[in-house]
């Protein structure tokens, strides 16, 4: 089904202010996080080198991973104040862990993969989706537990000296080999999984540009969540979603996110390559 251009639709708001703020944090910690780390995780490969000299070596390149981090343990501080602020200030708590507004997995999620897996073998229609789609949650959920196992990993290897006093020296072990896998497993999923499911298909390409205008067009909502769309306008909200186009934040998203992709995708196919070499 071919879209029409934004500016020949109704347009909606699907992500607020802070959700776009936050997210295009993420995209630069992301970044950093990975152009200085897989140099080292793959530091016997040529374009390692290359890439580690060309970022300024050690040790500015620490300093960049340091400082990318704590861009990450930000944006997790302010989802979490987020969050907080609509259980404890606005009391809809149960709104965010269960029903149709929640990014949590629920029952429905796996009827939805079955309908989405019957669709895509030509066995059934395709899935009428709600707000969030189940592998949008499945990301979301990724993220919380990467970011989990980053920090922890990463402090330990952070101030080694330190954790060593608490904890044996197979624990550092185990830390330093968590820390690059788990890095190498969330490069490759973006780079990948997410890519494929945001930007790369065919009505999207060259790229996605709700998490960076916020808006989605009328026809968007109905073919990717009528679900969503058909909630809003029985409930006669529909029209208070409803946004003008930005020109300016529409281009600013191409700019910024086509050399992202293409940075991503060259990272990929390097890992990659890299593993069948080590195989060889």
Not at 95 to 108: A, C, F, Y
Not at 206 to 228: C, I
């Amino acid at each position: 089904m071919a879209m029409a251009t934004k500016k020949e639709e109704k347009l909606y708001l699907r992500f607020t202010l802070f959700h776009r703020v936050s997210h295009l944090l993420l995209i630069i910690s992301f970044f950093g996080l990975v152009l200085t780390g897989m140099p080292l995780a793959f530091q016997g490969q040529d374009w390692a080198r290359w890439l580690y000299a060309l970022l300024g070596g050690y040790p500015t390149c620490g300093y960049i991973h340091r400082i990318c981090a704590g861009m990450t343990f930000l944006c997790a501080f302010l989802h979490f104040a987020y969050v907080s602020n609509i259980v404890l200030r606005k009391g809809e708590g149960a709104k965010i862990m269960w029903g149709v507004e929640s990014i949590m997995l629920q029952p429905r999620d796996v009827v939805d993969v079955l309908a989405d897996v019957k669709w895509l073998l030509g066995f059934g229609p395709r899935p009428a989706f709600d707000r969030w789609i189940y592998w949008e949650k499945f990301e979301y959920l990724s993220l919380m537990w990467g970011t989990i196992v980053m920090a922890v990993t990463g402090f330990m290897l952070w101030f080694p000296t330190t954790f060593s006093i608490a904890f044996p020296g197979w624990a550092m072990d185990i830390a330093l080999v968590a820390h690059r896998y788990e890095a190498i497993l969330a490069a490759a999923f973006v780079f990948t999984i997410h890519f494929i499911h945001t930007h790369l298909l065919p009505d999207r390409v060259p790229v996605d540009e709700a998490m960076f205008t916020g808006r989605v067009s009328g026809e968007e909502l109905q073919h990717e969540r009528p679900t969503q769309y058909k909630r809003l306008l029985e409930a006669g909200i529909l029209e208070t979603y409803r946004v003008p186009p930005n020109r300016t934040l529409s281009l600013l998203s191409k700019i910024v996110a086509v050399p992202l992709l293409l940075i991503g995708l060259m990272l990929t196919s390097l890992m990659v390559s890299s593993f069948i070499l080590d195989l060889i």
